[in-house]
């Protein structure tokens, strides 16, 4: 541990936290007893670090808003150019309790209630005191390079049945340079934020009026999702998928079989009643893909079998967890489940490797992180499945990453019951993260549902079951598309690619026939109709992220040409209509590799 994250009393053990994490854990105090001064009476829930930075729920006498945080930032460095020590004591269960009364704080006293330890820690900076395990920097004044950013409700230990609280998020860094970049990302990141770039761009919309967390596809958006789906699916069909299409619904004993009426309880709707039987909305697609499976018996010939569906699940969110098209309620997996024998696994997980990798490499995504999940060796009585399947899997999925020459993070202990799996996660443009890919082998389902297939021994086994989703679903896959590409999409999935541009109202008629003659060609091509003057037009050509704006007047009119302009790059010249139509049909069927 640095230095300056020292704790006072050896003999309590803290959490183990990095420099840059005690550094963010210290400003939530930090900024808890700024307000604190600034609003007497408030009461503190929890203050934990996050990524970049922290946050703090508390119970206010008054109301704040986000104007409110420029006065608790001042107050902040005030208190931190003081230069007070963090200083940890501990006290007795019972002496906590009594200091929890004494200070009304009900929420820190229901933590301890909770607690364990005979031994509870606090740190004092100044005048200000808080349960915590620790650690803190030494002193306030090594707390410089922080931003309070926005506040939120939150309820009590996320149960919406408790108190609604406040929370005070901010940003912290050990550097003002690291600060300002963090800064100027997030100024980038709100550019580019597909809810607002969805409803300019008119791709989709979520209302109350339709429900909260279910999305309504308007027909911009609903191109671009075509197009999506369209290569997804001739993707898998090239590749010896079958595509299946399941129900909304099942009996709910299907769930009970499954497992998930007991173990995802939680983010399922309540059932229904169908005719006296209970029916539950569909949160995953893989029992009924297992249903297709164990259509009849199998035979070792047929496997592999590959299963793959564009399959809408439905999952309860609260509803300060939705959050444009990232999550909602209603979402279509690109889900695939894929049966096999153990001699086929490692075939069939460089196959799903590939895809992904098409994948990305088409929508543009070039970097990526990938993270191999495997059971803790020092405890595997809590997996399924028997210890040679394990070790098979494992060792074929680290195999099959090497291969590929693929670096990735093995991460022990992370895998799930079930099985091992490979995460990936795609960089954007802004260099931000996403989860995309996720390939899970499962042990559990197979035995679930007495999976079999005649091997050529003429007996029974069971099949390995692969789980694979690439683009996760493809509501969030829009999202993350939108901003990665702040709403300028390559050619190919443009709603529009091309619209007409009349200098004056005397040439729709020549821009009407060459848009006729362009969408005959496969271009999808628009005519501006309004009396508004050219510069106008380009502008809101631009704005609106057409590809390409063709400007026609007398001299385009008279030799047949269209005057090409390209969305940043400007005028590229005249062309005949020809030989833009090929121009932009190259650049289409390459998916973009072949720029104009």
Not at 25 to 48: C, D, N, R, V, W
Not at 68 to 91: C, W, Y
Not at 164 to 179: I, N, P, Q, S, W
Not at 267 to 285: A, I, R, T, W
Request: glycine residues 8%.
């Amino acid at each position: 541990m640095a230095d300056d994250a020292a704790i006072e009393n050896d003999q309590f053990q803290p959490r183990e936290l990095s420099p840059v994490e005690t550094l963010r854990h210290s400003a939530a105090h930090l900024m808890a007893s700024a307000i604190a001064e600034l609003y007497p009476g408030t009461k503190f829930g929890i203050g934990p670090h996050i990524d970049n930075g922290f946050y703090y729920d508390m119970e206010m006498p008054t109301p704040i808003s986000e104007d409110d945080l420029p006065t608790i930032e001042a107050k902040m460095r005030k208190i931190a150019k003081g230069n007070h020590k963090f200083v940890q004591t501990t006290s007795t269960r019972e002496e906590a309790l009594a200091w929890a009364d004494e200070t009304d704080q009900p929420y820190k006293r229901e933590l301890i209630e909770g607690f364990d330890d005979a031994t509870i820690s606090f740190y004092t900076h100044g005048e200000f005191t808080d349960m915590c395990a620790g650690p803190h920097v030494r002193y306030s004044k090594k707390v410089k390079h922080f931003k309070l950013t926005r506040t939120a409700g939150a309820y009590w230990r996320g149960d919406e049945k408790r108190a609604m609280l406040t929370r005070v998020y901010g940003l912290a860094f050990e550097t003002k340079d690291e600060l300002e970049a963090h800064l100027a990302l997030l100024e980038e990141a709100a550019k580019r934020d597909h809810r607002r770039l969805g409803k300019d761009l008119e791709l989709f919309q979520i209302t109350p009026e339709y429900g909260g967390g279910l999305v309504l596809w308007l027909p911009n958006g609903a191109f671009i999702r075509k197009q999506i789906e369209d290569f997804w699916r001739e993707s898998h069909l090239d590749r010896g998928y079958d595509l299946l299409f399941t129900p909304h619904v099942a009996p709910l004993t299907l769930w009970q079989r499954s497992g998930h009426a007991d173990h995802y309880t939680d983010s399922m709707y309540s059932p229904m009643d169908v005719d006296g039987q209970e029916y539950q909305l569909k949160p995953m697609n893989c029992p009924f893909h297992i249903g297709v499976y164990n259509n009849r018996k199998r035979s070792y010939r047929e496997l592999p079998m590959r299963y793959a569906e564009l399959g809408t699940v439905y999952r309860f969110e609260r509803s300060g967890a939705l959050h444009g098209l990232m999550r909602v309620r209603g979402f279509t997996q690109d889900d695939a489940h894929i049966f096999c024998t153990r001699e086929q696994l490692e075939d069939e997980l460089t196959a799903c490797i590939d895809i992904a990798q098409l994948m990305y490499d088409t929508f543009g995504f070039p970097e990526y992180k990938v993270e191999l999940s495997v059971r803790d060796s020092q405890d595997t009585s809590k997996y399924q499945g028997d210890d040679e399947v394990w070790e098979l899997s494992e060792r074929t999925l680290a195999k099959v990453l090497d291969d590929r020459g693929i670096d990735y993070k093995r991460v022990e202990g992370e895998a799930a019951f079930y099985g091992p799996k490979i995460d990936v996660k795609v960089v954007d443009a802004i260099g931000r993260t996403w989860q995309l890919t996720t390939i899970q082998l499962d042990f559990n389902q197979p035995d679930r549902f007495d999976l079999s297939y005649v091997g050529q021994d003429n007996n029974k086994h069971r099949p390995i079951m692969i789980h694979r989703a690439l683009l996760g679903s493809i509501e969030r896959f829009f999202g993350i598309l939108i901003e990665h590409y702040a709403g300028d999409f390559p050619l190919w999935l443009a709603p529009v690619q091309a619209r007409l541009l009349p200098i004056s109202e005397k040439f729709l008629e020549y821009a009407e026939g060459v848009a006729a003659e362009l969408r005959a060609a496969g271009i999808r091509a628009e005519v501006d109709t309004s009396d508004e003057k050219l510069g106008y037009k380009i502008r809101k050509s631009e704005m609106d992220r057409v590809p390409f704006g063709l400007v026609v007047g007398a001299r385009e009119a008279e030799q047949g040409r269209v005057g090409v302009r390209r969305r940043k790059a400007g005028d590229l010249g005249a062309m005949t209509v020809a030989e833009f139509a090929a121009l932009a049909t190259v650049e289409v069927e390459n998916k973009g590799k072949t720029e104009a």
